[in-house]
């Protein structure tokens, strides 16, 4: 696109999605009468954001290097699931979850100073986009793209690659099983019977420590994959609890403003009632006057009758 068509973008996605219909009928408009249909068509293909994507749009055209973080945290979280990093893992959890609420209240900032209505952002579909966007590389692109059409979700979080457990055991180790087998591989024709007795004894105990392993080894596989759900549920509910714990602290902001506003309201009317009491007697002083000098001049007259 050209750069002014470019211009046009920017704007349409920046600015509050209620005046998004108008501006690209207007840009449509003007492009079609400049007889670049090319532009036109392109534009006319743009789609409305919801207020959410359009805040998360707002973040990544008004602080992309918050995005680019975002994008290089999401790329060593799952760097770190992949490689079952625990240490690494919980303390880039940690610094997720206070990346995405700095995310978040600086989005709402920028929205606020947009003139979006604090009562009605969805922080909560911004702060769902953001958390996405660190798990899945896509909606990381689209939200750096700044042109994200509706939020996103992420029912999990990271990649859940196949756990790679390296099984230490008390008494055995894999070479030993290799040499057992292979001492009874050899040569049996030299051997005397007790020593092939011995060497199948030895044979059988270590299949046996073998099994023994292998089902040790699914037992910390399995109890790997629990432990790994769990976290991943906890995180989730944490998650939703910092949620509803921002969203409550919003709501008592705006009552707190709301407050403010109806005892500067209630000042004002205390005052003109105040003030309306005042002129109300003083109405009541000018009619009584009238009131009497209706009377004397009507003994006036009854005078000059009689």
């Known amino acids: 696109m050209p750069s002014s068509t470019d211009s046009v973008v920017r704007r349409l996605y920046e600015e509050p999605p209620e005046g998004f219909v108008a501006t690209r009928a207007a840009a449509i408009e003007e492009a079609r009468r400049a007889g670049d249909r090319e532009t036109a068509k392109r534009l006319a293909a743009l789609k409305k954001p919801t207020v959410a994507a359009w805040v998360v749009n707002l973040l990544a055209r008004k602080r992309p290097e918050l995005i680019g ?3 290089e945290l999401s790329t060593a979280l799952r760097a770190a699931q992949r490689d079952l ?5 919980r303390e880039l959890s940690n610094q997720r979850r206070q990346f995405v609420s700095a995310l978040v209240a600086a989005a709402r900032k920028l929205a606020v100073s947009s003139g979006a209505p604090l009562a009605k952002l969805p922080l909560g579909e911004v702060e769902a986009t953001l958390t996405a966007a660190l798990a899945d590389p896509e909606v990381a692109s ?9 939020a996103a979700t992420y029912a999990g979080f990271g990649e859940v690659p196949r756990p790679r457990l390296r099984l230490v055991t008390d008494d055995t180790d894999i070479s030993e099983i290799s040499d057992i087998e292979e001492e009874v591989a050899g040569d049996g024709d030299t ?3 007790q020593e092939r007795a011995a060497a199948e004894q030895r044979r059988r105990e270590a299949d046996q420590r073998r099994r023994e392993s292998e089902r040790r080894k699914r037992d910390l596989e399995r109890q790997l994959t629990a432990a790994m759900a769990a976290e991943r549920r906890a995180d989730a509910q944490l998650e939703r609890a910092e949620a509803a714990e921002r969203d409550a602290g919003h709501t ?4 707190d403003a709301e407050l403010a506003e109806l005892e500067r309201r209630r000042t004002e009317a205390v005052a003109d009632v105040a003030r309306r009491k005042s002129a109300r007697r003083a109405a009541e002083r000018e009619a009584a006057a009238a009131r009497r ?3 004397d001049v009507q003994a006036a007259l009854d005078d000059l009758g009689d």
Do not use: A, T
């Not at 990093?85 to 893992?89: F, K, M």
């Not at 008592?252 to 009552?255: A, G, S, T």
């Open 69 to 71: 973080e975002l994008v």
């Open 85 to 89: 990093h625990g240490d690494q893992l």
């Open 142 to 150: 689209q939200v750096q793209s700044g042109r994200l059409i509706r």
């Open 191 to 193: 051997e005397s019977p």
């Open 252 to 255: 008592v902001e705006d009552l």
């Open 293 to 295: 000098q209706v009377g």
